[in-house]
């Protein structure tokens, strides 16, 4: 197969069908997208360790469930260095700024004054953090929650490596998420200990000025972003995750109309990211 050697734009769809994601089945959903993907491109898929050894035959590269790559960390750097190097499309863009990059934004965020969870990444700087009963540290490459642990104090740790936050007291999470820089839908878990249990969520203006202000931050031309948020006890939002390298969908959790227009909103986004020029 050679890129651009059809009429229809050639797509390697990069995932792992076999990820044992908690609570989620990440295949049903690639299952799905690349069904309907297929109607408008060439698409092939492919596990995330075989996606440098293929890419370069095929006119862009969509990166999907492809679980978190601290599990397979040297590949996926790899596979970032040849696209940048040789130009590759690769949906999204390895040029994000948000968990594609690690967790180091939360901590550029916290200082510029974003309203993000309080993060530090020194146990010098956790005077800045509000007093917590517990403090969540995790890995700056971590995902899935691999490697968080609470501890009652900061002091006296080395953080070499990891971040700290004051563990929120929260009333439920919710995401929001695009194509682009298009709002498509909001989900969220009304019980803050089932955070997959999704269900719709009726955005308001002040909530999607709230997720627009890092999707603008991030300045990715085309892509699939997920905001992930939590509703403060007084009644404010504050940014969890700003996910833009493989964010899950949960389109299982939409009705079909709505599913339907998310469909419809990547395939013209990817249409538009593959065209020539």
Known sequence: ?????????????????????????????????????????????????????????????????????????????????????????????????????????????????????????????????????????????????????????LTGLDLTGLLAQPKIDFRYEVSFYFVDDAFQYALHAPDPARRWELVPYDASPADLEFARLFIGWNALDHGVQRVDACRTRDGGLLLVELEDLNPYLSLDALDPATREAFVGALTRSLRAFTAPG
Not at 13 to 36: F, H, K, M, N, Q
Not at 49 to 70: C, E, I, K, Q, Y
Not at 132 to 141: D, G, I, N
């Open 1 to 153: 197969m050679t890129a651009g050697s059809g009429a229809r734009p050639s797509v390697l769809y990069v995932t792992d069908l076999a990820y044992p994601a908690r609570g989620r089945r990440y295949c049903d959903e690639d299952i799905l997208l690349t069904s309907r993907l297929r109607a408008d491109f060439d698409l092939a898929l492919c596990h995330p360790l075989d996606a440098l050894a293929l890419m370069d035959g095929f006119d862009a590269v969509v990166v999907r469930n492809s679980g978190p790559v601290l599990h397979y960390q040297r590949a996926y750097d790899a596979f970032r260095e040849h696209a940048l190097a040789t130009g590759a499309k690769v949906y999204n863009p390895v040029t994000g700024r948000g968990d594609m990059a690690g967790k180091r934004y939360l901590l550029d965020l916290f200082a510029a004054g974003y309203p993000v969870i309080p993060t530090v990444g020194t146990a010098a700087d956790a005077g800045l953090l509000p007093a917590s009963e517990l403090y969540a540290v995790k890995p700056l490459r971590g995902a899935d929650s691999a490697g968080l642990e609470f501890v009652p104090r």
